[in-house]
């Protein structure tokens, strides 16, 4: 068997969270949970407050990259 670079494990294995989510039923997006697309900016900023934003893998240093990903996620 061969190893999978970086990128292909990635794509597996947010292939397989994917299909958890379908599996179980459970919700995918932010908006399917009632989250109000009108908070998702309040939210990142409150969310780069938070002292746990230090242990985050990449260093996130504006409001502005989460809400990035709060907006993917809605």
Same mark, same amino acid.
């Given at each position: 068997?061969?190893?999978? !670079?970086?990128?292909?494990?990635?794509?597996?294995?947010?292939?397989?969270?994917?299909?958890?989510?379908?599996?179980?039923?459970?919700?995918?997006?932010?908006?399917?949970?009632?989250?109000? *697309? %009108?908070?998702? !900016? *309040?939210? !990142?900023? %409150?969310?780069? *407050?938070?002292?746990?934003?230090? =242990?985050?893998?990449?260093?996130?240093? $504006? !409001?502005? $990259?989460? *809400?990035?990903? =709060?907006?993917?996620?809605?």
């Amino acid at each position: 068997t061969r190893l999978l !670079s970086d990128m292909e494990a990635g794509e597996k294995a947010v292939a397989a969270v994917r299909d958890l989510i379908a599996d179980t039923g459970l919700p995918g997006r932010l908006r399917d949970v009632e989250v109000a *697309e %009108q908070i998702l !900016s *309040e939210a !990142s900023e %409150q969310a780069l *407050e938070d002292g746990d934003i230090i =242990y985050n893998p990449r260093p996130v240093l $504006e !409001s502005s $990259e989460i *809400e990035k990903l =709060y907006r993917k996620a809605w």
